[in-house]
């Protein structure tokens, strides 16, 4: 390689002028179907659930504290901003925001909570039926967002019709 071919190609490289965007000094505005982090409205939501039954990243966790107040939480960790969790919100409680810088020290200045006051629905004014004891038996998988940790646990949502839940255990008498 002689020193003349490295000065061609410097010079190449300076003809051809700036490459690179000024993205931190300058932003460039957000194309009109930008999908950035969601932003849930705790006054439309009703609590239904069909957000966190349809996140692929399960982000959004959902506690039944008891029949009357159930708490849920974007976790925002690990969310793709799909929009799938608005898509779905039959009140449009649930929108997508333009924010897509979301790089923080605190993670928990990602995520929202919103608790509800779940008495009545909004919509048919019926109370929600919590399940009976023996229902809960008889479940054999669960969902369980464990809020504490901000995590959560699928199971499968079949119940036990006809064939018991355990094998009775025989004990032998004297």
Same mark, same amino acid.
């Given at each position: 390689?002689?020193?003349?071919?490295?000065?061609?190609?410097?010079?190449?490289?300076?003809?051809?002028?700036?490459?690179?965007?000024?993205?931190?000094?300058?932003?460039?505005?957000?194309?009109?179907? &930008?999908?950035?982090?969601?932003?849930?409205?705790?006054?439309?939501?009703? !609590? +239904?659930? !069909?957000?966190?039954?349809? +996140?692929?990243?399960?982000?959004?966790?959902?506690?039944?504290? +008891?029949?009357?107040?159930?708490?849920?939480?974007?976790?925002?960790?690990?969310?793709?901003?799909? %929009?799938?969790?608005?898509?779905? +919100?039959?009140?449009?409680?649930?929108?997508?925001?333009? $924010?897509?810088?979301?790089?923080?020290?605190?993670?928990?200045?990602?995520?929202?909570?919103?608790?509800? &006051?779940?008495?009545?629905?909004?919509?048919? !004014?019926?109370?929600?039926?919590?399940?009976?004891?023996?229902?809960? *038996?008889?479940?054999? %998988?669960?969902?369980? $967002?464990?809020?504490?940790?901000?995590?959560?646990?699928? %199971?499968?949502?079949?119940? *036990? $019709?006809?064939?018991?839940?355990?094998?009775?255990?025989?004990?032998?008498? $004297?």
């Amino acid at each position: 390689m002689s020193l003349l071919s490295k000065v061609k190609e410097a010079l190449v490289c300076l003809r051809a002028g700036r490459v690179t965007l000024p993205y931190p000094a300058a932003p460039r505005p957000v194309a009109g179907n &930008f999908r950035g982090r969601p932003i849930f409205d705790a006054a439309k939501c009703i !609590g +239904c659930g !069909g957000c966190a039954a349809n +996140c692929p990243a399960r982000e959004i966790l959902i506690h039944d504290v +008891c029949q009357e107040i159930r708490v849920l939480r974007y976790v925002g960790r690990r969310c793709t901003y799909c %929009g799938r969790c608005a898509d779905v +919100c039959p009140e449009k409680a649930i929108t997508m925001s333009t $924010d897509f810088e979301t790089a923080t020290d605190a993670i928990g200045d990602i995520g929202q909570t919103i608790e509800l &006051f779940m008495s009545t629905c909004q919509r048919c !004014g019926r109370c929600f039926k919590e399940p009976s004891p023996l229902e809960r *038996l008889k479940q054999k %998988g669960y969902r369980f $967002d464990d809020l504490a940790h901000d995590r959560w646990v699928f %199971g499968s949502r079949a119940y *036990l $019709d006809t064939e018991r839940a355990v094998d009775d255990i025989r004990i032998e008498m $004297d």
